[in-house]
């Protein structure tokens, strides 16, 4: 099978070298969010479906699935033209944050068995919390779900649970004050449905936190008080086996 992107005629007319920076960052670009809404939508699309969303037209949207397809990060389409994530992108997420993962997954994994629920490991990237790992209980009941490369902005509950570790400043608002007095942080009504999130900062001596545990429950069946010290628990556990500065 050829490789179905030739960037020999991608040079635009501010000249061949600059041109064609500009078009190949704009190409890996419109690729990479073609891979996002398929991730966030959890199901195959067509062409036209992934062209509607990206505000782009078929033909470029087509030609990005080939090549995508090409480097089996799309499988092959249905017969019908749904294009889905291929096998392709666990061999590029293989070795990201392996250790980190690795270490932390036996801790997760209990935290969310005994909860009977889901619960993920989160990693300040920026100004973001991605999650770099999601575990959901065997036996969980009314699960909320979660997907491991998910993004939460810092004003979210992981992110209110690393802002926790910061120095404390006179401006800082009530919610933020009742997280540090509890030692964990906590909201309802998350995710854009009745969900709960409890956080804890994985304590780091190094200075402020750039890892968390959460959990998330259905907000009807969600005990603050009772599981918040549970989540801390498990916060101190992966403190002892995550190397400082990471954590």
């Known amino acids: 099978m050829s490789d179905p992107t030739d960037l020999s005629d991608l040079a635009g007319d501010g000249g061949p070298e600059g041109g064609f920076d500009r078009s190949v960052a704009q190409t890996l670009s419109r690729g990479i969010r073609v891979l996002e809404v398929l991730a966030e939508t959890g199901q195959p699309l067509t062409a036209q479906q992934i062209a509607s969303r990206l505000k782009l037209s078929r033909p470029i949207v087509y ?24 096998l392709g992108l666990l061999s590029l997420t293989r070795n990201v944050k392996r250790d980190l993962r690795q270490t932390a997954f036996p801790v997760v994994r209990d935290l969310a068995e005994r909860l009977g629920t889901t619960a993920v490991l989160g990693l300040a990237d920026g100004d973001e919390v991605v999650y770099v790992l999601a575990v959901e209980a065997e036996l969980a009941r009314m699960a909320v779900r979660s997907r491991e490369g998910a993004r939460r902005p810092m004003d979210s509950t992981s992110g209110l649970a690393l ?30 449905y009745q969900a709960t999130a409890i956080s804890a900062p994985v304590p780091d001596h190094a200075g402020p936190s750039r890892v968390c545990v959460t ?23 992966l403190a002892a086996m995550v190397p400082a500065g990471i954590r």
């Open 163 to 192: 802002r926790m570790t910061l120095p404390a400043r006179a401006d800082d608002d009530a919610e933020l004050r009742l997280a540090r007095s509890r030692g964990f942080a906590a909201r309802d009504r998350v995710m854009e």
């Open 215 to 237: 959990v998330l429950f259905p907000t009807v069946i969600a005990d603050v008080e009772e599981k918040g010290p549970l989540v801390m628990e498990a916060a101190r556990r």
């Open 63 to 86: 030609r990005l699935l080939k090549t995508l397809e090409y480097h089996q990060l799309l499988g092959t389409p249905t017969r019908d033209g749904h294009f889905e994530l291929g």
